[in-house]
């Protein structure tokens, strides 16, 4: 009787454990795919190193509401530039607009900036055919 629960448990394990790690293929014709270059500067327009960047985009609003399709925050290199793709499942070809807050590092003297309905294309294909490119320039405190 003990062997036979040790051999029921260690089954029902590994059937949890291969439902975790399986996944389903993706469908490369169900995405859509866009990309952000980004600049991060002063009111000089000289390069903020180390800002924490929050990317936010939604679809294109219908009925009073958009719909989130992705977000990521990420660290721009030391001279505030980055680039980043966005592969998103099963939506359609449209405008979608994007939300950048920008927090820069301790100690820089500068004032965080939000930005909103900055429009990016979701297009078939990958890499992304076109890029949108934003420069945030940060004020002083």
Do not use: W
Request: glycine share 10%.
């Amino acid at each position: 009787m003990r062997v036979t629960q040790s051999i029921v448990i260690a089954l029902a394990a590994t059937a949890a454990v291969t439902a975790c790690i399986s996944s389903t293929a993706v469908d490369p014709a169900s995405q859509v795919h866009t990309a952000i270059r980004g600049f991060i500067v002063d009111q000089n327009g000289d390069g903020v190193g180390a800002p924490l960047v929050s990317i936010t985009i939604v679809g294109s609003p219908s009925g009073g509401s958009a719909k989130l399709l992705a977000s990521t925050q990420l660290v721009p290199d030391d001279a505030g530039r980055f680039v980043v793709t966005f592969s998103i499942n099963d939506e359609v070809p449209q405008t979608g607009y994007a939300a950048l807050s920008v927090r820069p590092a301790p100690g820089t003297g500068l004032a965080g900036r939000d930005t909103t309905g900055i429009p990016v294309q979701l297009q078939r294909g990958f890499p992304p055919l076109d890029t949108t490119v934003v420069r945030i320039a940060l004020p002083p405190r």
